[in-house]
């Protein structure tokens, strides 16, 4: 039915833009990892800090940004 196909598309699209958050926030992550790992702790925490916009509560993403800020500091 027409009901059933427009939720099959709106559930596609759903599941695509969830995708694609997750692979942006990886790519993310993974580029402040190189950061921090680079010893550019400013540059890993910027990143962080987009991660954790977009996914609050990150705990990956929190760990390396305390870690990223007290090298900074040290």
């Known amino acids: 039915s027409e009901a059933e196909s427009a939720r099959a598309a709106r559930e ?3 599941r695509e833009e969830r995708e694609y958050r997750e692979q942006k926030l990886r790519t993310l992550y993974a580029e402040a990892d190189a950061a921090f790992l680079n010893e550019n702790y400013a ?8 991660v954790l916009l977009e996914d609050p509560g ?10 990223a ?4 500091h040290a």
């Open 12 to 14: 596609a699209r759903e």
């Open 69 to 72: 800020r007290n090298a900074r």
């Open 58 to 67: 990150n705990p990956a993403a929190e760990e390396l940004l305390e870690n």
């Open 43 to 50: 540059r890993a925490e910027a990143l962080l800090q987009q």
